[in-house]
């Protein structure tokens, strides 16, 4: 999803040679410059790769299109199309994957000759001028975007051709029974789709796409006493599968991003635009201009209140960055310390609501839940998450001596009266969700609230111009997520049809089973194989297709232990974030070591340290009934149980992981490792391991107190100290 990147209108305005931050709106926080360009740095650590910049008759096609794509989206959401979503998916389809091909470079590297007959071969007056990135369409690309056209709009020709076509109707009843034209377009849409994924994310999630086909292809041939044999299928199956089916191109995940994801990504691009994203910045730093961990405070919160409306951890964790680096440097952070604080906030991100990442609106199509449910479920886990890091901020500021950042900002109280507007149409959405609406409606009302409220800053309002900008750029955001989601329909659909899912959750239980028969054992080390396995899976894939396949192979295993859907969709859904903050690939870390400066390595650790308590929160309310108290699920006393005991967890194991107990001094070696333990064993939300890990709570706070008073008025950390 889109995210908010501080740009006055389509892209970042430049100034000097340097970027520079919208300023329209005066802003409250004074920064020392920052020699980036927000949009083009979060670009590089998105899922999705970065794409052209057109100029031109073919920017003005390009945008034309999008425009034709978003005024199609609200159409269908007030007037759906007689002949239902499917036939809407088709015409959606058929707008972004054409688009993929011209807005998305090869980025190959061919021969010389073949360059030169692609149209891709520059004329030696401008070879010295060619900029990656900035060259138009070759031949090749329009091409393929002619064919993408005609493979998505064959279920709807209307003409006989070559025994297939016919029209929509004719199309669906060959369904099971597909002739050799409707095979030969299969075939073509799957490899467009397969080369769009490889345009916007690289070569993995193809790879993978391809693997699953020849599973379903090859499958058959393995031993039948193999748990994951199956009865085969051949090739025209599968493409019926894919391209006439339910699970396939046109299945779920394609059905949420031409639903709810291009929406919402449109009411983003329009907050954007408005001045939400400096208004969020500013509020933050407004808030705790005058605490000694400003700095870090306003970090987070920024990461917070941007989450809100973004759903993108690297592209929030560079937005952030941008702005308050210079004050975390000036208050003596570290560049790596730094970056992990600004990664871990930014992937807040994708877990805050009301507008989660990509992958919860599939949550709520699968289980067939209401968006507000999602919502509801991610509230309490979303708080534990942002207190662990405030309070590893705490804990950073004491221990390493942090100074007070002066910060020249303004009344909170004034800034919100002034601009405290762009808070209305985010609560319009819960709001509306809460009284009935469906989400794609109450998103589009929150999204003309928010384009009328525009028109209270002279400088931010959205002229004609200005609300076409935005709308274009929703729907170019979510061209890379979209071809993501039809290219999941391979990993779905051959699931579907082999019957993988259960076989695969049959051996993640079996090698569970294999070291305890205890029930209970057996949960904790299914969830422990699942959260590394999603894991494992997260580095390589998106977010959203990691989570696609680990909803269809590792949730069956979960649903099978008696785990409640809602807790096994949500355990998956958080473990397939995460791979933002995962080493070695963690993006969000990434891209904030490039803010930053600093090295790599360290600001990953730094990273998982700041968001340990993600990784632990998902177990604790799929291992024990109590958990699902996390979830706002099983009535007030349940859940006010799991979320304080689960906060003090998470409150243990940030001075386990940060060496510091607020108020009192350091702790040592032994304090950590006891911490650490009962940390862990207070999320195992059960009356004996709970009074456990609260005793060795206690132990490791006594042992502080005694470490403090051995050490006299002149021990604890010496200031600038390294943690």
Known sequence: ?????????????????????????????????????PAELAGRFEDEKPGRVLTGPVALALTAATLAIGLLALWQVFRPLAQGSKYYLIFF?????????????????????????????????????????????????????AAALAGCLYPVLPIALAGGGGGYDAFLDRQGLLVGMDVAMGTVL??????????????????????????????????????????????????????????????????????????????????????????????????????????????????????TVSGSGAATTV??????????????????????????????????????????????????VSYLQVLGWAVVPTILYYLGIVLSVEIDARRSGVRPAALAAGSAWRLLARSGYHFTSLFAIVGLLAVGLSATRAVVLAT?????????????????????????????????????????????????????????????VGAASAV??????????????????????????????????????????????????????????YFAVLSEVSPPTALAAVAAAAVTGGRLVPTMWHTLRYALPAYLIPLAFVITPTGLGLLGIGGPRRILVAAVVTALGVAVLAVAAGGWLPGVGAAGVPERVIGGAAGLTLLWLQPAPVAIGAVLAGVMTVGVFVRRGSAGPSGGARAGSPA
């Not at 560049?335 to 990442?357: D, F, H, K, N, Y």
């Open 448 to 508: 003309v609230l928010a384009i009328a409220l525009s028109f209270l800053d002279r400088t931010h309002r959205l002229t004609p111009a200005r609300l076409a900008a935005a709308l274009s750029n929703g729907v170019r955001g979510v061209l890379a997520v979209t071809v993501v989601c039809a290219a999941a329909g391979v990993i779905t659909a051959t699931t579907t049809k082999t019957g993988l899912g259960p076989q695969a959750a049959a051996l993640l």
């Open 93 to 145: 389809l058929a707008g972004v994957l054409p688009l993929v091909f011209l807005a998305y470079p090869a980025d190959l590297r061919l021969p010389r000759r073949l360059r030169a007959l692609a149209g891709r071969e520059p004329s030696a007056a401008t070879s010295h001028a060619t900029v990656p990135g900035r060259s138009g369409p070759s031949r090749v690309d329009w091409l393929l975007a």
């Open 319 to 368: 937005s952030i960055g941008a702005v308050t680096w210079p004050i975390l440097r000036r208050a003596g952070y570290p560049a790596e310390r730094a970056g992990g604080m600004l990664a871990a906030a930014g992937v807040g991100a994708i877990l805050s609501p009301p507008t989660l990442g990509a992958a919860a609106f599939i949550i709520a199509e699968y289980l067939g």
């Open 516 to 573: 305890s028969s205890e029930p209970a054992v057996v949960l904790a080390l299914t969830a422990l194989l699942a959260a590394v396995a999603l894991s494992l899976l997260g580095l390589a894939v998106p977010v959203t297709a990691s989570f696609v396949i680990g909803w269809v192979i590792i949730g069956p295993a979960l649903l099978d232990l008696g785990v409640s859907a809602p807790a096994a969709a949500m355990f998956v859904f």
């Open 190 to 307: 799957l490899l467009l789709l397969l080369e769009g994924c490889r345009r916007t994310t690289g070569w993995i999630l193809p790879a993978v796409c391809l693997v699953f086909l020849g599973y379903g292809y090859y499958g058959g041939l393995l031993p039948q006493t193999w748990a994951v044999a199956h009865a085969g299928l051949d090739f025209g199956q599968l493409v019926d599968a894919f391209y006439n089916s339910d699970s396939g191109f046109y299945g779920t995940p394609l059905d949420v991003a031409a639903t709810y994801i291009v929406l919402f990504t449109i009411y983003g691009a329009v907050l954007d635009l408005s001045g939400a994203g400096r208004f969020f910045v500013n509020l933050s730093a407004a808030a705790f201009r005058r605490s000694r961990t400003a700095a870090g405070r306003t970090a987070v919160a920024s990461g917070f209140l941007l989450g």
């Open 1 to 37: 999803m889109s995210a908010i990147r501080f740009t006055e209108d389509s892209g970042p305005e430049r100034h000097g040679g340097h970027s520079r931050v919208a300023e329209a709106e005066a802003p409250a926080v004074r920064t020392d410059p920052v020699r980036i360009d």
